[in-house]
C-alpha cells in the first residue's frame, strides 16, 4: 500500500472556487480502481487530502488522469504556494 499526503493551500479569496475544484477530484479519485482512500480535510484555506493506494502502478494511472493534470494547470494561480505532496510510511 502506498500513502500520500497533499497539501493544497488556496488564496483566500478563492477559497470557495478551490474547494470545488477540490471537491471534484476527490469524486473522481474515489472511483478509480487503485484508489483505498482519498480523505479530505480542511482549515480555512488549506486542504489536506489523505491519500491510500494499492499499488504504485493504481498511483501511476491517477497522476495521469486528465481531470488531475487539468486541475494542477487551473489551480495554479488560485493558490497561495505549490502543491505540496508526501509520498509516506506508516510508521505506528
Known amino acids: 500500500m502506498i500513502s ?26 474515489r472511483n478509480e480502481a487503485a484508489c483505498i482512500r482519498y480523505d479530505l480535510h480542511c482549515t480555512e484555506n488549506v486542504f489536506i487530502i489523505w491519500e491510500e493506494w494499492t499499488d504504485q ?13 487539468d486541475f494542477i494547470a487551473e489551480s495554479e494561480d488560485l493558490l497561495a504556494a505549490p502543491i505540496q505532496v508526501y509520498k509516506t510510511t506508516q510508521v505506528l
Not at 4 to 29: D, G, L, W, Y
Not at 57 to 68: E, K, P, R, T, V
Open 57 to 69: 502502478a493504481g498511483l501511476d494511472i491517477h497522476n495521469s488522469q486528465q481531470y488531475l493534470i
Open 4 to 29: 500520500i499526503t497533499a497539501i493544497i493551500k488556496s488564496k483566500k479569496e478563492n477559497i470557495e472556487k478551490v474547494t470545488e475544484m477540490v471537491q471534484h477530484i476527490v469524486r473522481e479519485t
